[in-house]
């Protein structure tokens, strides 16, 4: 995701440390959009007809919060609501979504301080589970005559994951894609430095605002860094992580990330901690996983010093050729994945 937050120190890619200074990442790391000087790259025809199923746009309040909602399909089928990973945003499925609304309604959110949805004094795993129901009722995913499945990437997969632990009742089946868990806290030493090696903004680091959008757009880059599977994804998720905001000397308008620069500070862990810490949750929801087969989130997993709260007969499925960021690298192939598993599971 754009300037997205440290997972942990000891992840990797090509055998290069993502704690690395920038200027060691290669160019198609550092800045994949540079060379397109703000041209749109080339683009496949399934992927402009997946984006010409524009979807509907509107917000759900929740705890007082606007929640972006994007939504396909009829009501009526059941339902799907799509979660994104840390400082993305609900458009990270708008290329995946019509693939699965043929036979489903599906909704995307922007969880709460990211996307176009509002910001707040605090987050929580908690407050994002309630965002996730508002959307849930409000696109009507119940309406099909059975709960919805929740499907999450990254961070959005540890919210599914917390909802599913906490609110079993609330969703007949969750799909994690590319969940991982630990890594340090933003307020410890080494998380701060990782958040100054990768660019992160922090309470005393404010977010930059770019003359340009070319200018913006060739700063984009993935946390943990990774090179881009296909240069459109990555232009589309890009451009529309960008607002406009006023330059730094007063003389205009420029761009920057629409995620909360603080959201990470001010987010409360502890619920979470209470699930995913000691020993492994009960969870009563269907789970199961889709990763990228050389995901450096995943390999870390299966290190002692992260241990894993995923119970061990977990359905799991590897996308070959696949880092983390799943629907970059491989979309098509995450959107056969999808369909088949939902087409058969849960039995």
Known sequence: MAD???????????DRPIHAEP?????????????FAGAEPPAPQWFKDAIAQEPERGFVTSLGTKI??????????????????????????????????????????SLAGMGASDWRDSYSFTDFAEDAEAVARAAGLYE???KPVYIGHSFGGSQVFFAAASHPERMHAAILVDTGFGGPPPDSPEGKRLAQVRNIPTADRASRVYPTL????????????????????????????LKRAPLEDGSGEGWTWRFDPNMW????????????????PHVSVPLAHVYGDRSAIISRRFTSQFPSPFPDDMLSIAIPDSAHHVMVDQPLALVAALRALLAVWPA
Not at 76 to 96: C, Q, T, V, Y
Not at 217 to 224: E, G, H, I, S, V
């Open 4 to 14: 997205d937050k440290a997972k942990g120190a000891a992840e990797t890619y090509d």
């Open 23 to 35: 200027g060691e990442l290669p160019p198609e790391v550092q800045a994949p959009l540079a060379p």
């Open 68 to 109: 972006e909602m994007l939504t396909w399909g009829e009501v009526g089928k059941p339902g799907l609501l799509l979660a994104h990973g840390n400082s993305a945003h609900a458009d990270w499925w708008s290329f995946i979504a019509p693939y699965l609304a043929q036979d489903y309604r599906v909704a995307s959110m």
């Open 144 to 146: 099909g005559g059975r």
């Open 214 to 241: 070319e200018a913006a757009l060739a700063r984009f880059r993935f946390m943990p860094p990774q090179a881009a599977g296909n240069l459109f994804v990555a232009d589309f998720i890009a451009r529309r992580s």
């Open 265 to 280: 500070n001010k987010l409360d862990r502890s619920a979470m901690e209470s699930i995913a810490g000691g020993e492994r």
